[in-house]
Nanobody, 127 residues
Framework: QVHLVESGGGLVQPGGSLRLSCVFS????????MGWFRQAPGKEREFVAT????????SYAASVQGRAFISRDNAENTLYLRMNGLQPEDTAVYYC????????????????????WGQGTQVTVSS
């Protein structure tokens, strides 16, 4: 069974940066497409970023394009999300997710593609 644990959230001032981490355990990390999603209060969960098995392909939501950078360290079984220029509208619970059925080794931008989810880490952007 895959287990995902996010960390790195917290309170950040507008314009600030942070790096979220997601530690993967239970299976072979390097065979999973990974993604980050977020859910703000009163809103549906939305896609943020995704990365392929080997990290050679990535995709981002338009709302974070140019400010977010997803990466992975397959040797350390860890997924990262670096976000710069944070704004209050980035406030949300951020979740990492794992897709074990992406046989092409590509990316996945819809939540329904992911079988495993972490518990989330809160990011609050406020002055």
């Amino acid at each position: 069974q895959v287990h995902l644990v996010e960390s790195g959230g917290g309170l950040v001032q507008p314009g600030g940066s942070l790096r979220l981490s997601c530690v993967f355990s239970g299976r072979t990390f390097g065979r999973y497409t990974m993604g980050w999603f977020r859910q703000a209060p009163g809103k549906e969960r939305e896609f943020v970023a995704t990365i392929s098995w080997r990290g050679t392909r990535t995709s981002y939501a338009a709302s974070v394009q140019g400010r977010a950078f997803i990466s992975r360290d397959n040797a350390e079984n860890t997924l990262y999300l670096r976000m710069n220029g944070l704004q209050p509208e980035d406030t949300a619970v951020y979740y990492c997710a794992a897709d074990e059925n992406n046989v092409s080794g590509g990316v996945a931008v819809v939540a329904e593609a992911y079988e495993f989810w972490g518990q989330g880490t809160q990011v609050t952007v406020s002055s």
